[in-house]
């Protein structure tokens, strides 16, 4: 059973635009929740996190949005840039964030189209 | 600069044979990850390592191992290889234990494994 949920396998957004990516998650033990990026032939990259303390966490143009009574979050892009243009993966942990506990979604990939 | 590689990039190998891929970073990070990432799977866990001497079995241990005998290094051994591990596999390090912005993985460029 998917503890991680990424229910779109694709997102298509024009360049300029949001880009809103969504990830639902069922384990109420989860308490801590990243967002990593992956390039084609490259391994993952850390992009931002969140704790379940929070319900908002800014980076840039990265936000990320944690919902603890829906079991949702979700990452805006905005600006998008061409160069956003890769594969984003949820995770999410207990036990205070441990990473031998990381559980991965199955990744949404994002097109952002000049 | 610190970084993490992987070898070999890509292997092809046949049922039954025993696997091996190399692992190895120079951040001096104590924790070290083992993944594999399948269609329609994401990144699934195998192996972990919170330092020299330590393994813990992750997700989807079945079938392989590991051993870290100092803290640059953690190979994976696939036993004996079967098809259903057919997959890319990633390696990745850790300074904390805690997953967060400053404690966060970092990740090699992954091995493609096919098993024939």
């Known amino acids: 059973d998917q503890q991680v949920k990424q229910n779109s396998p694709s997102l298509s957004v024009q360049e300029g635009r949001i880009s809103i990516l969504n990830c639902d998650y069922t384990n109420s033990m989860f308490d801590y929740f990243l967002w990593y990026k992956k390039y084609p032939a490259e391994g993952p990259t850390f992009l931002i996190s969140i704790s379940s303390i929070k319900d908002k966490n800014e980076d840039g143009r990265f936000t990320v949005f944690l919902n603890k009574s829906a079991k949702h979050l979700s990452l805006h892009i905005v600006p998008s840039q061409p160069g956003d243009s890769a594969v984003y993966f949820c995770?999410?942990?207990?036990?205070?964030?441990?990473?031998?506990?990381?559980?991965f979604g199955k990744g949404t990939k994002l097109s952002v189209k000049p | 600069d610190a970084e993490i590689t992987q070898s070999p990039r890509h292997k092809i190998t046949e049922t039954g044979r025993q696997v091996t891929l190399a692992c190895h970073q120079t951040w001096n990070h104590n924790n070290m990850f083992w993944y594999r990432q399948d269609l329609g799977h994401g990144l699934r866990l195998i192996h972990y390592?919170?330092?020299?001497?330590?393994?813990n079995k992750g997700e989807v241990s079945d079938g392989y191992s590991v051993s870290r005998s100092n803290t640059e290094d953690l190979p994976l051994t696939l036993e004996s290889a079967a098809s259903s591990q057919t997959s890319v596999y990633f390696c990745?390090?850790?300074?904390?234990?805690?997953?967060?912005?400053?404690?966060?993985?970092?990740f090699g460029p992954g091995t493609r494994l096919t098993v024939l």
């Open positions: 990745a390090s850790s300074e904390s234990r805690l997953a967060g912005a400053r404690d966060t993985q970092y």
């Open positions: 390592s919170y330092g020299v001497q330590d393994t």
């Open positions: 995770a999410a942990s207990s036990h205070g964030g441990s990473q031998g506990n990381l559980i």
